[in-house]
């Protein structure tokens, strides 16, 4: 869905549950479980920027499953969106690894 490539994705989660301390033949299953809730995130991130107009024509691209087009969207309505994306990604890290330090 995002700019942010499926194979960035999956390194993102593996180095996160890495840095979790989990074991790396072990983060396969977790990272099933984690990816929907990183995609939820990314998603409300992105409504949460948009007014009502531009956020029901994301809603549409999306369940039309028109990624192409949801991209050059996304990235001609939010300024700097893949910083922005970048930020979402380094904010839920930053909750995801500070649930394990408590």
Known sequence: ???????????????LLLQAGFEEDSIWLLKEDLRPILQERIILS???ELNEEDRAHFLDLLDAEQFEELNAYLKSTIPNYEV?????YAQFEDE???NFEK
């Open 96 to 98: 995801y690894l500070e």
């Open 1 to 15: 869905m995002t700019n942010i490539s499926d194979n960035f994705q999956e390194t993102f989660l593996d180095d």
């Open 84 to 88: 922005f994306l970048m930020e979402v």
């Open 46 to 48: 992105i409504t949460n």
